[in-house]
């Protein structure tokens, strides 16, 4: 494991199976073959093939365990085993009963290193960017004329096997004098003519003959650059045909042709019967030339090419070298090179049921869509045949047995027992399929002959996308579990899967039952770097996930990487994000459990609905819309909106609002909390454990433990509540919408929230202004801590309204005359300001101009016309008066101190419930509002004896602090009676 990506498709596929009570998933990993240089025989590699794939076993589920990836590991599919390839085996010979499995000679995609094709999904997953040698080379006419063919080719090691040239028989070709050798003349298409005049270095080329089309070229014999290669009798050679396929976008306009190392090629090839040079055995190296220096050499590498390129220019062939960059493909699996080969395979013919492969994928829920319709259903409408066969010993051996009398005699094993009844006898105890044993199993062909099964191994995404039968050892076991679980619900995947996993999947189910075989796709993109680059360990840039989960926890990992951005969104990992987006979150959730342990450690009371105030109400009501926000977005896959709906309802609703509103009724002397205030935060606090167990599982499980005693997987997820009160939402919404505007305002003054206001006055839309939000005024006033709340008709007295224009409207409208409508706006009365701001159109007459303005057209801005503190936001205003009465100030100075008192107890490290003495001396204002508010102060801070105008001979803390500019001295020691209460002494220096 070098970096969480992993873990973000392991965060997103156990959120859903979380959500929905799924009994688990079953993991499997395909394998290949990694002891090449360790060879002693089939039966060995294949047994140290068998051991690597469990190499990794024990680390890859210690991650899973500790990041919660819910996979049932005791009951995994392993795809060698003998029942996982019997199933392999089953699915196959339903192909072949259908036509579509078959056996043919065609170009496919090739590892040198490996020794086996690629299919085309696998080839899609291995393009790199590299720089090549090209070289564009000369092809004399045999005809006397002087006359030359010009090629380009970014693969030199391919001129040996060159057989034709290829030209457009509808595109324009000129003939253009050497200028450096006279009666030499070079033929490349009239497009490419710079280029040419470029490699010669010349400005302008000078013509040796009227310009052709490609039709006329046809025909033309000449002589190969590298005669290296012996010719087969009777096939056609160096000879000029046609093709659509040419074209100028770079090159010359005509192709060199090798039909054993290219599609176009090899389509060329049968079409005009042209011999077929195959100098390259099956490890890439060259073989059967008559070049000495060239026998061995791997076709791919660099220093291959660099020989032929100057044996070339030494024969004068060689217009010119060079470099290029481009994409090429590369093996998946080790990393090599790879290049076109022709080849013997057997192919599972998918181009025959492409319609419905493209049908049944319109019916599949994929997110993103565009997926899907995009990357995915392009790839399905260019769909090829899928190479099946791997010239490789380990894998799971293709199950076609073909006559050595007749080739065409063929049958399709699919089963164990269906094996046996061929061979006369039951099979052998432990039973291995693989090579080299399962190639010693033959039986005689009824007409005469032998039965023997081909060599191959199939490719291992044929053994993936078996998964769905295969992991019940379907049909041979498991029916009812393989109907309960066909299709599945989703599979979640990277994206580089489309042309891999997804595919494969779909490929086998339509061809074997013309079904999808799921119904939904989760594609996750890649995690890059903080700089956006892709991981790598070249680059240095990789995570390792057990640093991560020692650092920031498994739940802190989870929640960054799925609530920072959707899964199928390119995700910059910053490990400095982690705390700010997922710890900050943890942490919230955590106080809030721990004030409802403080202040509620007795047992929960039963809930009455009748003595919910409406501030409970709402929370209860924002939880129902929470809980169906979270299953709206999981049922719809979005792991990333589900998360951020509860991380807002925890911040912002539960903590941020409902706690500190409800305070006081935890926070009491000598009084329990209110039952009602306990059990709709325990409920809540329940509620969200469930929520975020999907998401967090260590964490919720820690609460849910906490709250009832039992592990929260254990538990049914949330449904909402029908019982919902959008009324009082919207009324609740209305006054936190006012009271952020009032705290900005006291901030644009630089006034404490804590120094109680006389009044405010609010001015809101008419349609909030209802009888739920009147209801609410007092928590407003709480919370501004104001003592009245006057909802004004109109803002007119409080603000001055003006119209900023918005010229981008106007201009599209007003055309020139913009510059004379925005300066319109400016003499629109307030009255008219106001109904654009209701979204009426108003007519404006200047200077006998007439004007008329859309809503769009003019933003309605507010500046205060008075010395009150306002703020505004639209049309919602809050306005504070700012006028500080004596009782006032000193009601500030009281608050200034309970504050410091409590700041104090916590450094002192006391219990929220411990009783204390409290002594204040200094400043005669201070002690004045200490005096006049004593008892408040008592009770806030659990006081049992509070001491004015006194210095401590001894405290627990003691502390010098300047409140409003007077110096106070406080100090705090624990008190030895029992609880305090509101009417405790107060005592004064004489």
């Not at 997922?582 to 721990?594: D, E, K, M, N």
């Not at 964490?699 to 009324?727: I, K, N, Q, Y």
């Amino acid at each position: 494991m070098s970096s969480p990506g992993p873990s973000r498709t392991s965060s997103a596929v156990t959120r859903r199976c979380r959500d929905g009570r799924s009994p688990g998933s079953r993991g499997g990993t395909p394998t290949g073959s990694r002891w090449r240089s360790r060879w002693s025989g089939v039966a060995e590699f294949n047994r140290l093939c068998r051991e690597s794939v469990f190499t990794y076993q024990k680390d890859w589920v210690e991650l899973s365990d500790r990041i919660g990836y819910w996979l049932d590991y005791d009951h995994p599919y392993v795809t060698c085993t003998p029942d996982y390839i019997e199933s392999v085996w089953w699915l196959l010979q339903r192909i072949h009963e259908k036509g579509l499995l078959v056996r043919g000679f065609r170009v496919l995609p090739y590892c040198p290193r490996c020794g086996t094709v690629l299919t085309s999904h696998e080839l899609a997953q291995g393009f790199e960017d590299i720089q090549d040698r090209s070289v564009y080379v000369t092809f004399p006419v045999d005809d006397a004329s002087g006359r030359e063919l010009v090629a380009w080719t970014t693969a030199p090691w391919t001129l040996p096997s060159n057989v034709a040239i290829a030209v457009h028989p509808d595109l324009e070709y000129g003939t253009y004098a050497d200028p450096k050798t006279p009666g030499r003349s070079l033929v490349v298409a009239v497009a490419r003519a710079a280029k040419l005049a470029e490699i010669l270095g010349v400005k302008e080329l000078a013509s040796a003959g009227p310009p052709v089309f490609g039709a006329a070229l046809a025909g033309l014999r000449y002589r190969r650059p590298l005669d290296i290669v012996p010719l087969p009798e009777g096939a056609r050679h160096s000879i000029v045909v046609t093709g659509d396929f040419v074209t100028v976008a770079e090159g010359t306009g005509l192709v060199h042709i090798t039909p054993a190392f290219g599609a176009d090629d090899y389509a060329m090839g049968r079409q005009y019967g042209l011999a077929m040079l195959r100098p390259v055995a099956g490890d890439g190296t060259f073989q059967g030339t008559s070049w000495p220096e060239l026998e061995g050499k791997l076709v791919t590498d660099a220093a291959t090419n660099e020989l032929i390129i100057n044996r070339l220019r030494e024969n004068g062939r060689s217009l010119r070298a060079e470099k290029i960059t481009h994409s090429y493909p590369h093996c998946w699996r080790c990393g090599s090179k790879l290049f076109y080969f022709a080849r013997d395979s057997w192919f599972v013919r998918t181009s025959a049921v492409k319609d419905r492969l493209l049908a049944l994928n319109a019916g599949v829920e994929w997110h993103p869509p565009e997926v899907g319709t995009g990357r995915f259903g392009d790839w399905l409408s260019n769909n090829v045949d899928w190479a099946l066969s791997r010239d490789r010993y380990w894998g799971t051996p293709l199950p076609v047995w073909v006559s050595d009398r007749d080739p065409a005699v063929i049958e399709v094993i699919g089963s164990f027992e269906q094996l046996a009844a061929k061979l006369g006898r039951p099979l052998a105890h432990g039973f291995d399929p693989h090579k080299p044993w399962i190639d010693e199993l033959s039986w005689p062909d009824p007409a005469g002959g032998t039965m023997r099964r081909v060599p191959e191994v199939i490719d291992t995404w044929f053994d993936s996308g078996s998964m769905p039968w295969a992991q019940w050892h379907y049909p041979f076991a498991h029916r009812d579990e393989f109907a309960r679980h066909f299709p599945a619900d989703f599979i979640c995947e990277g994206v580089d899967q489309t042309r891999g996993w997804f595919y494969s999947l779909l490929a086998i189910s339509t061809a074997v039952a013309d079904t999808s075989p799921y119904r939904s796709v989760v594609v996750n993109e890649l995690v890059l770097d903080v700089h956006g680059q892709k991981m790598s360990k070249s680059r240095g840039n990789v995570v390792d996930p057990w640093e991560l989960i020692g650092e920031f926890g498994a739940d802190g990992a989870r929640l960054y990487l799925l609530a920072s951005s959707e899964v199928w969104k390119p995700k910059r990992f910053d490990r400095a994000a982690i705390p700010e987006v997922a710890g900050a979150f943890l942490v919230t959730l955590r106080s809030a459990y721990t004030f409802f342990q403080w202040y509620a450690p007795g047992a929960v009371p039963p809930r009455d609905p009748a003595a919910e105030p409406a501030l409970d109400r709402w929370l209860r009501s924002r939880l129902a819309e929470t809980v169906a926000a979270v299953r709206a977005a999981w049922d719809g896959y979005d792991a990333t909106a589900g998360i951020r709906a509860l991380v807002d309802f925890v911040v912002d609703d539960l903590s941020n609002w409902w706690i500190r509103q409800s305070r006081p009724r935890f926070w009491a002397p000598d009084r329990d909390a209110e039952p009602a205030a306990v059990r709709t935060l325990h409920d809540a606090l329940v509620t969200v454990g469930r929520l975020l167990a999907p998401a967090a599982p260590f964490a919720s499980d820690w609460l849910h433990r906490a709250l009832t005693g039992t592990s929260v997987h254990l538990a049914t997820f949330p449904v909402a509540d029908s019982r919902r009160e959008p009324e009082l939402e919207e009324a609740m919404a209305a006054v936190r919408r006012l009271a952020s505007l009032a705290r900005a305002a006291r901030e644009a003054r630089s006034l404490r929230v804590r120094q109680p206001l006389r009044r405010i006055k609010v001015a809101v839309p008419r349609t909030a202004d209802g009888a739920s939000f009147r209801a609410m005024l007092p928590l407003l006033a709480q919370e501004v801590n104001v003592k009245e709340v006057e909802v004004v008709a109109s803002d007119a007295d409080l603000v001055r309204l003006r119209a900023r224009p918005n010229f981008r409207e106007l201009g599209k409208v007003f055309g020139k005359e913009t510059p004379l409508a925005a300066a319109a706006t400016g003499s629109l009365s307030s009255d008219q300001l106001r109904k654009l701001e209701g979204g009426s159109t108003v007519t404006h007459q200047v200077n006998g101009a007439q004007f008329v303005f859309e809503p769009a057209q003019v933003t309605v801005e507010r500046e205060v016309a008075s010395d009150w503190l306002v703020q505004s936001a639209g049309s919602w205003v809050a306005a504070l008066d700012p006028v500080l009465t004596d009782e006032l100030r000193m009601e500030g100075l009281a608050r200034e101190v309970v504050n410091r008192v409590q700041r104090l107890r916590k450094e002192a490290g006391y219990e929220y419930t411990t009783r204390i003495a409290l002594w204040l001396d200094g400043a005669g204002a201070v002690l004045d509002a200490v005096r006049a508010h004593g008892a408040v102060i008592r009770g806030e801070t659990l006081a049992r004896v509070l001491h004015v105008g006194e210095r401590a001979a001894r405290a627990d803390r003691e502390e010098a602090v300047e409140i409003d500019g007077h110096a106070v001295t406080i100090a705090v020691a624990r008190h030895s009676e029992g609880r305090a209460s509101t009417g405790g002494p107060l005592t004064e220096r004489p």
